[in-house]
């Protein structure tokens, strides 16, 4: 390699294989599927800056179009009276009106020419050679079969490190090479060279297009680059791991150009170079034309419509002095969207208990090792690199086989006696799974995270995993639990019962399970998480700890864990047996609260199944949804994030009178705890790249769904366990599949935080990647006033006093009818029973 | 009994036809008429299958043969639908029947709001019906339609995501290699033909005086009989076709696990079941396929091995083990050959269609199982041949490159040396066939001379369409070739012999229809857009579905699809052709393949792929 001589010129390798990095779609293996900003790159951009740039450079559709937007106003879901503020906003030099009209009548059309491919299309133009069709396909097959995870009965035979060693291992011990020119063959075994000696063959002298030349390389297939330089970064991303760099990735790629060339002209070729006049540098600022500022106006004014009638819903809020008097039983879930219907059901059927909601980690981060696992699990946000671990021991884990995943039935003679005798058995099995689909090995089970009968090491006795501490010491328990109970703003009135519930999914035929578990830990089902939060509250020393704190649990207060799956609409409940006599009772009534409230909340989802009838009753809907999850014909087991738009960090008094549709994230916060800011700090600096991060690619994925997006996931093929193709010789499919994404309406995140500006502003200033969002706008914030509910809206880094201008919200007699009369999103209502109560 | 049977068998055709034709109606939107009415076609089909089988089999399993419907008939020749039902058509039948019936279930919910939800349930039907064609059918002339039906449709759900690049190229991959096995089957009806000196059914093929017709002719059954090989490695993907198979993984996962999982590919081991009787006493035929058996199931064994994606690695399975079954039918063993090709497919649909569901399993089976690699390969001789076996199974042994290098690129090769632009074209194309004609009614030749002309004729014919294939910059030129290409084919077979006009009326009037309306069709849309080559996908079906669908049907028409009398007069033109004349029908023949290809080339680079224009959002080319 010959890093050090090219200081000199204008390429800087290894500059360049940053920025690609930087750019590259940065989705993880399937089985470490995290939500995040596709368009993290541009985030140092004002949000409409960043993605007119993102599409200028890349031909990335990022705003709806003109036509989507009007479908969308002639639906009533935008509104004159917001269009007109955007438009004051957008065009200040018009006339308001006469714009609007021009708006609604013009047929605008946006243009998506990307600039990235100016320099590679040389060879298409000139050349008329198709040197994708060449290439890719063989770079994809090599890099799949060296990463692999076990599709393959045969690995990659080299036991060298890195691609471009062991593609060069393997290539020079074979009779039949894997080029097909000397030429290309011998530049790939020469060992001296380095990146910026094979890009002057494919370029030429002129290194100022070195960089261009890359990203139109990296950019043709965005799946595969993006896939080798996120496990770059993140090599325990694959359980089988391999060592990978983008260099050699590239490296491999431009040998394989080359060789390609050689092979169609000989000698008789010219490096691209000698064709290019001049290229725009694909990131220069670009021009915003007017078709930009019409979608501009459309997006601001599509937010804002339904932001207002939240904001003044919010407005309507019910204050009770004395709502902590009774209590049946407290029960802490997830923040995610999915959980907010269900805090509702359960509230409805016990007007006594008090339901909050924090990240689904609930503070506590460490690694799991089910039993008999050889690899630990990660279970809590990504960013957090936990320091313990928690195992599972005395659990009865079975592990079933599943013929039709048997790899002698890739074998030829084996294969023969497996298709006559098994044959005949997969077609039984085929009509039973279509008729009578029922979990199987194959399904992916909330409740197989963590076995319900095992027991989790979960208090420290000295024991050490490598660098990882097993359990954790009393200290360390409280700390979290106090963490938690603070943030939270439990920390008097504590019920008999308190649960902390966690949750997951299940599905079958689903390589994106990974993206229905809880994104709070890493993308798996949050049981450990809640029943060793639960373990640690009920430790009497840990509550010790805590009254010299000031946090009083009494002693006939317990915790219980559970995980709720939310394709299934069931909960199960850890430890019960633990439970007093007492609370034993009231478990059991609590059960039933917590079943039924399931039963309603399945049929509040069902109104977005086609395939289900929403006006059977609760129970009946609920076997359909249970059977969806398990049905191999089902590509929607559940919508899981779909339709977010909303995350509201405040007291349940803020919402608990609303109907927001499953479309919020619900964090609990009391500012009279938290004067400083202190544990808003902790709550906005997770919520807003998790919600925020969900909410993004929610939206691009629908905005773009083509290149954004994964596309339709129906063609979708499984490539070396680590992502999703279509066919056998595309380009992995990073992004959401269009069946997640297809109800979802794209509007940025609105998180209302129930605090003084002032404290939130400066709670949000101490730290800059988090106030990058706030700044640019990425998400959109809103302080609510604790006393006063008066409304104050960040813009250009400062609040600034907003009005609502809806002025009235229906009511919702009823929940049930409300869901039956809809099949799109449920503008908000108020609930009556919220008022009567 | 056996005459009702033998009359009711019709009906396992018009019932997926006549529902293909009521699937057209409903609109695009009426997810629940569509699916419902195609689950109750095919369930009713099932039904039928089920209770037609008992009956049969009470009834003694005897074969049953009913000449359907006559097309054509002159002197010596007769175009006749005839239906055949044995042991071979029963097995296919029910496993067809009940796995169509299954996918259907299953496409109800999987597909629901997939915006070609209709047109999916459109092309099952149509698959459906060209299946049941092909496995009843009781002579070449039936089969042969229902292989086209097959054909196009497959065309068309490989390339059922249309906007993206990969799908389209490899239906047009997939779509050229089954030309290759019509071609097989298109000289195998010619060579049957003369050879028994009438059109036969399957069932008269056993009887006496055929069989010592077969023994008598033998080189002549040798040939036949490679052209039916051909057809059946061909349609099978044994080698040297093999990999067009996983590349057919293009559509949604279930028309993948049907079709290319099951009963598409097992067509070919169904062809040589029911030609058994023309090549077994031909010992070198068998030694052939077992050869080619043999081969095949090593080779794709070995490249199933170092697949890393589930589909293909399903896919080259699912081949081995129809090169085995290859082998069983050379055998003898029909019997084994049917269970085990059931026994497959009912397998490889399993695993298709639970496939997505590998990454959980497998995922899970590695976390509590993970045993990292430890191998040392001793010696350098084992590791060459180690590392050359995972080389040769990575390029999937070449054979992907093979047809490119040994096929294609020849003929675009010749295609781009012939020196012809369009108007100079036109003119000299018109006068050399107004010469021609005027020299045929004027003159009257010698037998020798008439043969050497016709020869001629057909080269130039063959030679447009070799133009016409690589034509990159103009449409409509391309599309006059194709379609001209017609017109020399039947004045090559009227010089040949003293023919009629009639059987040309018959051949042509489909094609002149066909070239007029798909000429205005182009040519609106050339006005429209300003320019309209062939150097490109354009995907300019997003702005004129409609004419995409109309010039599809003119495209279908002109390359002999069974939808004008142009199909029965392509086999009409071949009965013109003298047993001995294999020069002038390999150039017919030939010309027809590329005829074909140089048509859906023609359709899907102007309406498939991903739209051109970019005011909306569009696929990646590599996605």
Redesign the interface.
């Known amino acids: 390699m010959n890093n050090a001589k090219e200081t000199s010129s204008s390429f800087h390798e290894e500059h360049v294989l940053h920025e690609l990095a930087h750019y590259l779609p940065a989705q993880a293996p ?2 470490d599927f995290i939500h995040h900003n596709t368009l993290h790159a541009f985030q140092h951009d004002k949000f409409f800056d960043g993605i007119l740039a993102a599409k200028s450079a890349f ?1 990335y ?1 990022t705003l709806l ?1 003109p036509k989507e937007y009007k479908k969308f106003y002639s639906e009533g879901k935008i509104s004159d009276e917001k269009l007109l503020t955007a438009i004051q906003k957008h065009f200040p030099n018009e006339n308001a009106n006469d714009k609007l009209k021009e708006i609604l009548t013009t047929d605008f ?6 600039r990235v491919g100016a320099i590679r299309k040389v060879w298409k133009d000139h050349y008329h050679f198709d040197v ?1 069709a060449l290439v ?1 396909h ?1 770079v994809f ?2 890099t ?2 060296y990463l ?12 060298e490190k890195g691609l471009l060693k062991a593609t060069r291992d ?2 020079k ?6 080029f097909r020119s000397k030429r290309g063959r011998e530049i790939f075994h020469d060992s001296t060279l380095g990146l910026t000696d094979l890009l002057k063959l494919v370029v030429g002298n002129r290194e100022e297009l070195y960089s261009s030349y890359l990203f139109d390389m990296c950019f ?4 595969w680059s993006g896939m080798v330089a996120t496990i770059e970064q993140l090599p325990s991303s694959l ?2 791991r391999k060592e990978i760099s983008l260099r050699d990735f590239i490296h491999l790629e431009l040998c394989f150009e080359i060789d390609a060339a050689y092979n169609q002209f000989g000698e008789n070729w010219k490096s691209l170079g000698a064709f290019v006049d001049q290229v725009n540098p694909y990131f220069e600022k670009p021009q915003v034309s007017e078709v930009d500022l019409v979608q501009r106006v459309w997006q601001e004014a599509f937010e804002w419509t339904y932001y207002d009638t939240v904001l003044f819903g919010l407005q309507q809020r019910i204050k009770k002095p004395n709502v902590h008097s009774v209590q049946t039983f407290q029960a802490v879930f997830c923040i995610d969207d999915r959980e907010g219907s269900i805090r509702r059901y359960i509230e409805l059927l016990d007007p006594h208990c008090e339901t909050l909601g924090m990240p689904g980690f609930f503070g506590v981060e460490f690694y799991f090792q ?1 039993q ?4 630990h699990e990660k279970v809590c946000p990504a960013p957090v690199t936990p320091k313990h671990l928690i195992r599972e021991e005395d659990a009865t ?1 079975k ?1 079933n086989k ?1 013929v ?2 048997n790899k002698n ?4 003679i084996l ?2 006696a ?7 058995w ?2 039984v ?3 039973s ?3 009578r689909p029922g979990i199987s ?4 089970l909330s409740f197989r995270h963590m076995e319900k009968e095992s027991t989790l090491t979960v208090e420290h006795t000295h024991e050490h995993d490598g660098d990882l501490q097993v359990g954790f010491t009393v200290e360390e328990m409280a700390n979290r639990v106090e963490g938690s109970l603070r943030s939270i703003g439990l920390v008097k009135n504590f019920a008999p019962i308190v649960y902390f519930i966690g949750h997951g999914s299940s599905s ?4 994106h ?1 990974a993206a229905y578990d809880c994104g709070a830990c890493s993308g798996r089902a949050g049981s450990a998480n809640a029943r060793v939060f639960a373990t640690m509250a009920n430790n009497p020393k840990v509550r010790m700890v805590l009254r010299e704190r000031g946090i009083d649990i009494p002693s006939y207060t317990q915790f219980v864990g559970g995980l709720r799956d939310t394709t299934r609409d069931q909960t199960v409940f850890y430890d019960g047996g633990m439970l007093n006599e007492e609370n034993k009772a009231l478990h059991q009534k609590n059960k039933w609260t917590f079943r039924h409230a399931s039963d309603l909340n399945a049929k509040e989802r069902s109104r977005r199944f ?2 289900v009838n929403t006006s059977l009753t609760p129970w009946q809907i609920h076997k359909r949804v249970m059977r969806r999850s398990v ?6 087991p559940e919508l899981n994030h779909a339709t977010n738009a909303l995350c509201i960090v405040g007291t349940r008094q803020l919402t608990k009178h609303l109907f927001l549709d499953r479309r919020s994230f619900l964090n609990s916060y009391d500012a009279t705890i938290d004067p400083e800011g202190k544990y808003l700090f902790g709550i906005l600096k997770a919520a807003a790249p998790v919600c925020g991060g969900i909410n993004l690619e929610y939206y691009f994925s629908r ?5 954004l997006g994964a ?11 680590i992502g999703v ?7 992995l ?1 990073p992004g959401l599949p269009s ?1 997640m994404i ?1 109800v979802h309406d794209p509007v940025r995140l609105l998180i209302v935080v129930e605090q003084l500006p002032n404290v939130i502003l400066k709670t949000i200033q101490t730290d800059a990647s988090t106030y990058e969002w706030f700044k640019n706008e990425w998400v959109h914030l809103v302080s609510v006033h604790p006393e006063t509910a008066q409304i104050q809206v960040f813009q250009n880094e400062a609040f600034v006093p907003y009005t609502t201008t809806t002025t009235s919200l229906p009511y919702a007699s009823s929940m049930e009818q409300l869901v039956e009369a809809h099949t799109e999103n449920i503008p908000v209502h108020l609930l009556t029973q919220a008022h009567e109560n | 009994m056996k005459t009702e049977l033998e009359f009711y068998m019709q009906f396992f055709l018009w019932l997926p036809l006549a529902s293909y034709i009521l699937s057209l109606i409903p609109g695009k939107h009426h997810e629940k008429t569509i699916s419902w009415g195609t689950f109750t076609s095919v369930l009713l089909h099932l039904t039928f299958a089920i209770v037609f089988l008992i009956v049969w089999g009470i009834d003694g399993f005897q074969n049953l043969s009913h000449r359907e419907w006559v097309l054509y008939q002159t002197d010596g020749y007769m175009f006749y639908i005839d239906f055949f039902f044995d042991k071979t058509t029963a097995t296919f039948l029910i496993m067809g029947s009940f796995l169509t019936s299954l996918v259907t279930v299953y496409s109800r919910y999987y597909l629901h709001r997939e915006s070609g939800y209709k047109r999916f349930f459109n092309t099952l039907l149509l698959f459906f019906f060209g299946y049941n064609l092909v496995i009843f059918s009781g002579n070449l002339e039936t089969l042969f339609t229902g292989w086209e039906v097959l054909g196009i449709s497959s065309f068309l759900l490989i390339a059922f995501y249309r906007d993206r690049y990969l799908p389209v190229k490899n239906a047009l991959k997939v779509f050229s290699i089954y030309r290759l096995g019509d071609i097989g089957i298109i000289l195998a009806m010619w060579l049957s033909h003369h050879m028994f000196h009438e059109n036969t059914a399957f069932i008269d093929w056993s009887s006496e005086h055929l069989q010592h017709l077969l023994h008598e002719h033998e080189s002549t059954a040798v040939i036949l009989s490679v052209f039916l090989v051909v057809a059946a490695a061909a349609k099978s993907a044994q080698l040297p076709f093999s990999s067009w198979l996983p590349r057919a993984m293009e559509g949604p996962t279930p028309s993948s696990a049907i079709f290319y999982g099951s009963l598409s590919v097992h067509m070919g081991a169904f062809i040589l079941i029911r030609t058994y009787d023309i090549w077994s006493h031909l010992l070198s035929i068998k030694i052939l396929i077992i050869i080619l058996g043999v081969a095949t199931c090593f080779v794709a064994t070995g490249i199933a091995r170092v697949q890393t994606s589930v589909k293909s690695q399903i896919a080259y399975s699912s081949v081995a083990q129809i090169g085995i079954i290859f082998c069983e039918i050379a055998l003898g063993w029909n019997t084994l050959a049917l269970i085990h090709i059931a026994g497959n497919a009912f397998l490889r649909s399993y695993q298709l269609l639970t496939s997505p569901s590998v990454v959980t399993y497998l995922m899970k089976d590695m976390f509590y199982n993970f045993n990292p690699k430890k191998k040392n390969i001793e010696g350098k001789v084992s590791k060459k041949l180690e590392y050359t076996f995972y080389v040769l199974g990575t390029r999937e042994f070449t054979i992907n490159m093979f047809l490119y290098s040994y096929l294609w690129n020849p003929m675009k090769w010749i295609g781009r040396k012939i020196p012809l632009k369009s108007k100079s074209l036109l003119v000299i194309t018109t006068m050399l066939f107004i010469a021609g004609t005027i020299l045929l009614i004027g003159t009257d030749l010698s037998e020798s001379t008439r043969h050497i002309i016709s020869m001629i004729l057909g080269m130039i014919g063959l030679v447009s369409v070799f133009a016409a294939f690589t034509e990159r910059e103009n449409t409509l030129r391309s599309w006059l070739l194709v379609c001209s290409n017609h017109f020399w084919v039947a004045l090559a077979v009227t010089f040949n012999e003293h023919y009629s006009w009639e059987h040309n009326i018959i051949y042509l009037s489909g094609v002149v229809v066909a070239m007029g309306i798909g000429y205005l069709l182009l040519n609106g849309i050339k006005k429209k857009e300003g320019k309209l080559d062939l150097n490109n996908f354009y995907g300019l079906g997003y702005d004129y579905s409609k004419r995409a669908f109309a010039f599809l049907l003119c495209a279908l028409a002109v390359s002999g699809f069974p939808i004008t009398p142009t199909f029965i007069g392509e086999d009409l033109i071949f009965s013109h052709i003298h047993e001995d004349q294999i020069g002038l029908s390999l150039i017919v023949s030939i010309s027809l393949i590329i005829d074909g290809l140089a048509l859906v080339r023609i359709y899907a680079r102007t309406f498939m792929g991903p739209h051109y224009k970019k005011n909306h959002e569009v696929a990646d080319r590599a996605s």
């Open positions: 399937l089985k031909g559709k179009s059309q946006p243009d998506l020419t990307p994708s890719h063989i097959r090599i799949c079969n692999d995870q076990g599709i393959a009965l045969w690995g990659f035979p080299s036991q393997l290539d011990h074979t009779s039949v090479s894997l043709a297939h965005p799946g359980l089988d089910p008999g696992g050889k690899f884990r592990t599943e039709q995943f039935s890739h074998h030829n294969g023969w497996l298709s006559i005798v098994y044959g005949f997969s077609a099995k085929l009509m799974n279509i008729f090995p194959a399904t992916s079958v035929n689903n390589p399970y086609e395939t049905s191999i014909f089902e590509p929607r905005t773009d769904n083509y290149k596309g339709t996931k129906l063609p979708h093929n499984v490539m070396g366990l193709a279509n066919g056998v010789d595309g380009d499919r069946q297809e």
